[in-house]
């Protein structure tokens, strides 16, 4: 075993990635990405010592200390005419995207960025400068981030939500989590789902994070890199491997596909096949959830919440009944199903934990299966009036709006909820957060027309939701 605590993360979710649960039951997310760097990268114009090296049809270019004309004139083919063929391509189809802007190049071609702003794009920072942060110090890179910030409010009217450096250095994602403000970083190629990290900061706290990783496999980037793609059949046929591959995975596990590219690659005409090819092809499939990456994050957030490993691991040490008091509340007034859980532990993170907590619970008999329907309060009921809710389902069901009912809808309300009680002898039961007052009515006529069998089970698999939900916020506390 090894005493010094390393750094890196090479187990991530392990051997049972959680289930995405992407909108619409997708089996996997797409998400494109527009890198828009040009304007932004090294010249002795923007006064850096040499030209650009990178990312460019000269492959193995070197730098010079003056003017390299051709290297920026192909970098000015990305913002004169790539980029515009590529955003058209996602305005005719209707697809959305995200948008890397670069600080500089976003200030001397907003019109661009307008462009995609107005086809509902997502534009995240990619920093102040295309430029390698490595060797930079961190006060430096420190005011290039505050002046792309500064810059993206200016030219989008907001501050971004989503960061990618690219080039970026040790100190970055401090950087990024002490500044705030951000939903999400994609400085990350290391997993195929979002995760949540714990990022140190100078004042020796720290701050949960999310990550959405992004891709330099899935990339346009290697038609300019030794062992590359040379025709947009080898690219149109390498994306078309990795969807069918996280497709395939998809029917169990859902994860999430991103691609790379950049105005100045695959907007040349040679190039730009293969990204139609792909579109027309994943368009013969259903269940396939094409997004921009913010998406992604507030979808995380909000089915994937943050939860505190210490916390987990506190938790796991605990003896049985210590154990079982600390949970007794997530199923409702049913401690019955944390004692269950316990012999089970230690558990990996929230999602073992839940599942575990829900085997327990279907392992039980109906008639125990009922008393724990049956604890449960009725929607906007006489509980609610008294006063006589959990905290947990007072709070639950004040965040759908059911304590602001109009005198209408309550009274709506109460005769299903009377109607629904008549035929099955039991209250109806839903998760309210993931619901509206709109919704939850609509769910509670239609669910009337199942048979007893079917709401039984469909009641359950609610009260694992609203379970799922009370661990996560038990543990992110």
Request: with cysteine; proline share 5%.
């Amino acid at each position: 075993m090894m005493s010094t605590p390393y750094p890196r993360d090479l187990i991530g979710y392990g051997r049972n990635p959680p289930h995405a649960d992407w909108p619409g039951q997708a089996r996997v997310a797409v998400q494109f990405v527009l890198n828009y760097e040009e304007g932004g990268e090294n010249c002795v114009l923007h006064g850096d010592a040499g030209s650009e090296q990178f990312l460019s049809e000269i492959v193995g270019a070197a730098s010079f200390p003056d003017r390299h004309l051709s290297m920026e004139s192909i970098y000015e083919y990305g913002s004169r005419v790539g980029g515009w063929r590529i955003l058209r391509e996602f305005e005719q189809r209707g697809l959305p995207l995200t948008v890397f802007g670069v600080g500089m190049a976003m200030q001397r071609h907003p019109e661009f960025i307008h462009a995609c702003q107005e086809s509902g794009h997502e534009i995240a920072s990619h920093g102040w400068r295309w430029i390698h942060y490595q060797n930079l110090p961190i006060e430096l890179e420190r005011e290039h981030l505050h002046r792309a910030v500064a810059i993206h409010t200016e030219i989008c009217g907001a501050p971004p939500l989503g960061w990618y450096t690219g080039r970026d250095s040790p100190n970055t994602r401090q950087l990024v989590v002490e500044h705030g403000g951000f939903a999400y970083d994609a400085d990350y190629y290391g997993d195929d789902l979002p995760f949540w990290t714990e990022v140190g900061l100078s004042n020796g706290q720290t701050r949960p994070h999310l990550i959405v990783p992004y891709t330099l496999d899935a990339n346009d980037m290697r038609f300019a890199t030794p062992q590359g793609f040379n025709t947009s059949e080898h690219f149109f046929q390498y994306l078309k491997d990795s969807f069918d591959a996280l497709y395939a995975e998809g029917e169990v596990a859902p994860k999430m596909m991103s691609i790379g590219m950049h105005c100045r690659l695959l907007g040349r005409p040679g190039r730009i096949r293969a990204l139609q090819r792909f579109l027309d092809y994943i368009e013969g499939f259903e269940r396939v959830w094409v997004c921009r990456r913010l998406d992604i994050a507030e979808h995380w957030r909000r089915r994937h919440p943050y939860f505190s490993k210490a916390a987990l691991d506190r938790l796991n040490a605990l003896p049985e009944a210590a154990f079982a008091d600390a949970l007794a509340d997530i199923f409702e007034h049913s401690p019955w199903v944390a004692a269950g859980t316990h012999p089970r532990a230690p558990f990996a993170d929230v999602n073992a934990l839940h599942r575990a907590m829900c085997a327990v619970m279907r392992a039980a008999d109906s008639a125990e299966q009922l008393k724990l329907i049956q604890a449960h309060p009725e929607l906007a009921g006489k509980a609610a009036i008294r006063g006589e809710l959990t905290a947990h389902s007072r709070q639950e069901q004040q965040g759908a709006g059911l304590n602001a009912c109009s005198p209408e809808e309550f009274e709506l309300i109460q005769s299903l909820n009377a109607a629904y009680a008549a035929r099955f002898g039991f209250p109806f039961i839903i998760a309210v957060k993931d619901h509206t007052r709109a919704t939850i009515i609509a769910a509670m006529k239609r669910r009337l027309d199942h048979d007893r069998d079917r709401e039984f089970d469909e009641a359950l698999t609610q009260i694992e939701r609203i379970a799922w939900y009370r661990l996560y916020a038990k543990l992110s506390a």
